[in-house]
């Protein structure tokens, strides 16, 4: 589920920052730059590991004065593997499907091609329905997905979509921030909570990194089924 990155990057240092040991204050700076934060084919950046290595710190007269650092270090990465088996909540469900929430991390998809056979979505409740025939009586039971269940699930695919920025209008008149940063995109979770009533897939798929998932085999879905 998680894994650790070696990067690279020039860190700048504001001088009331260097009253703190150096790689605390370089840690944090790439924690602001980096952390809740989509990079690009790579996954969802948790938070800074450890410093590798800190070249000297450049002052350029033309500029404002801070220090300029060259540094390698190792990111904590949220990236699942494909075939991971993972739990989460059921955050929302629409007619494309469920949205499930890992708590830091929101655009995770079950589509409905992907949920159990014989799964019907109910209009009338907003929640899917598995129609599960009992082997020994060969009665139709309706397993229902509610809201906030605990669920297992398998990724199945990951996606990553270039999310450009908007003008400053467009942001403030839709809410939508999700990108307002050149370089790094901003995970949707940080700065735009999730309204339920009014989710879909469709703004999963939207989202700058999102995982495709299946809870169509034995034991996987809600955790109620299985215990």
């Known amino acids: 589920m998680f894994m650790v990155y070696t990067m690279s990057d020039t860190v700048r240092v504001q001088p009331a920052e260097l009253r703190k040991p150096l790689p605390v204050a370089l840690s944090d700076e790439l924690n602001k730059k980096y952390s809740n934060k989509i990079k690009s084919r790579l996954g969802l950046c948790i938070r800074v590991l450890d410093i590798i290595d800190v070249g000297d710190g450049i002052v350029h007269a033309c500029l404002d004065g801070c220090p300029m650092f060259k540094l390698s ?84 695919a990951e996606h990553f979509n270039e999310v450009r920025p908007h003008s400053a209008a467009t942001i403030f008149a839709t809410n939508d921030v999700k990108s307002v940063m050149p370089g790094v995109m901003l995970s949707p979770v940080a700065l735009a909570p999730v309204n339920p009533s009014t989710d879909s897939g469709k703004n999963v798929r939207a989202s700058a990194y999102w995982l495709e998932c299946s809870i169509a085999d034995d034991g996987l879905g809600l955790m109620s089924w299985w215990s």
């Open 73 to 156: 270090f190792r990111m904590i990465l949220f990236k699942p593997f494909i075939g991971e088996i993972l739990i989460g909540k059921v955050l929302n469900s629409s007619q494309e499907g469920l949205r499930v929430s890992m708590e830091f991390f929101d655009d995770i998809l079950v589509p409905s091609y992907m949920l159990k056979p014989n799964s019907r979505f109910d209009k009338g409740q907003g929640q899917w329905i598995w129609q599960y025939a009992d082997e020994d009586t060969g009665e139709m039971q309706n397993m229902e997905i509610e809201r906030d269940e605990l669920i297992r699930f398998r990724v199945e």
